[in-house]
């Protein structure tokens, strides 16, 4: 099995994970609430953990933009989900435009290194 698959599937976890991290940062009630904040602290951990091994076969740069531009998009839609919290559309179009920065690094870098 080629590497950039399982690099890819490294940084899918990585991003999963630091997304549960920060949404159980939110539950954590600035680390007032014992449960929480150790689960934030393990997703982080395990988030970082998962983006070591996609950096294995994946520039740096690349894997930081797709994992901070997913992470991003997710924990806008979690925000507005689970704490009804409300994005305006400047916000909206920032975050557009950070999916269209990874789609065209994706699609068009050689550096992405497909």
């Known amino acids: ?8 599937a490294a940084l899918a976890v990585a991003i999963l994970c ?4 920060t949404t159980f940062l939110a539950k954590s009630e600035q680390f007032t609430k014992v449960a ?3 689960a934030m602290a393990a997703f982080y951990a395990g988030a970082f953990y998962f983006l070591t091994h996609a950096l294995k076969a ?5 894997a930081y933009a797709i994992w901070s531009g997913v992470g991003v998009v997710l924990t806008a839609l979690i925000g507005a989900m689970v704490f009804k919290q409300s994005l305006d559309l400047p ?6 435009m950070i999916v269209g920065g990874v789609v065209v690094m ?3 870098s050689t550096t992405a290194g497909h």
């Open 1 to 8: 099995m080629s590497s950039q698959p399982v690099a890819y």
């Open 18 to 21: 630091e997304i549960a991290g």
């Open 36 to 38: 929480p904040t150790l």
């Open 58 to 62: 994946m520039p740096l740069g690349v």
């Open 91 to 96: 916000a909206i179009a920032g975050i557009a």
């Open 106 to 108: 994706q699609a068009f």
